[in-house]
T-cell receptor, first 115, second 113 residues
Framework: GAVVSQHPSRVICKSGTSVKIECRSL??????MFWYRQFPKQSLMLMAT?????????EQGVEKDKFLINHASLTLSTLTVTSAHPEDSSFYIC???????????FGQGTRLTVV | SQKIEQNSEALNIQEGKTATLTCNYT??????LQWYRQDPGRGPVFLLL?????KEKRKERLKVTFDTTLKQSLFHITASQPADSATYLC????????????FGKGTSLLVTP
């Protein structure tokens, strides 16, 4: 199965700054990657679908100008949280899959804390 | 709206017993359903996938059932071990986003020796 590496695993940033999170598919060429966010004791919420070579597709209620997604290659997608605020503090997780009816592989997640 | 509901309360069982976790869904007609395990501070790990035309699926000590009439899946861990302690997530295909998944909140399982 696919191995997904996410970096950094933890980041603390000041309010108003931007933070970039990388998601790499190490052994699988991923035309599509997914970004999720998880608040404590809550379910994983799909934020956006990252499409290689084209614009990301955002879920309703997710600000595309705040959460910038770039999927420039088949092995790398990045999520940039711009002008971060304390309410953006959360656990961000990326995932890769081979299509419907197959398992999905997740990165280890990034714990973002905005102070 | 679409909902995936899992037991919100933690499930505590004794080692060796069978753990049974429930997933109920509404406003879905899923072609398949998946179960994942999530440890604290980590991403989910895939356990089992069951298709709508399958009643039951097994993998080692794990068993999943899928009742599309009741709109329910049951997840069983037999001969449970302390290492099985984790949060278990039920997931259904996101109807709007290709093969992305929608997740329930998960059920926390604690297996005590």
């Amino acid at each position: 199965g696919a191995v997904v590496s996410q970096h950094p695993s933890r980041v603390i940033c000041k309010s108003g700054t931007s933070v970039k999170i990388e998601c790499r598919s190490l052994d699988f060429q991923a035309t599509t990657m997914f970004w999720y966010r998880q608040f404590p004791k809550q379910s994983l919420m799909l934020m956006a679908t990252s499409n290689e070579g084209s614009k990301a597709t955002y879920e309703q209620g997710v600000e595309k100008d705040k959460f910038l997604i770039n999927h420039a290659s088949l092995t790398l997608s990045t999520l940039t949280v711009t002008s971060a605020h304390p309410e953006d503090s959360s656990f961000y997780i990326c995932s890769v899959g081979e299509g419907a009816y197959t398992e999905v592989f997740f990165g280890q997640g990034t714990r973002l804390t905005v102070v | 709206s679409q909902k995936i509901e899992q037991n919100s309360e933690a499930l505590n069982i004794q080692e060796g017993k069978t753990a049974t976790l429930t997933c109920n869904y509404t406003n879905y007609s899923p072609a398949y359903l998946q179960w994942y395990r999530q440890d604290p501070g980590r991403g989910p790990v895939f356990l089992l996938l069951i298709r709508e035309n399958e009643k039951e699926k097994r993998k080692e000590r794990l068993k999943v059932t899928f009742d599309t009439t009741l709109k329910q899946s049951l997840f069983h861990i037999t001969a449970s071990q302390p290492a099985d302690s984790a949060t278990y997530l039920c997931a259904l295909p996101n109807s709007n986003s290709g093969y992305a998944l929608n997740f329930g909140k998960g059920t926390s399982l604690l297996v005590t020796p």
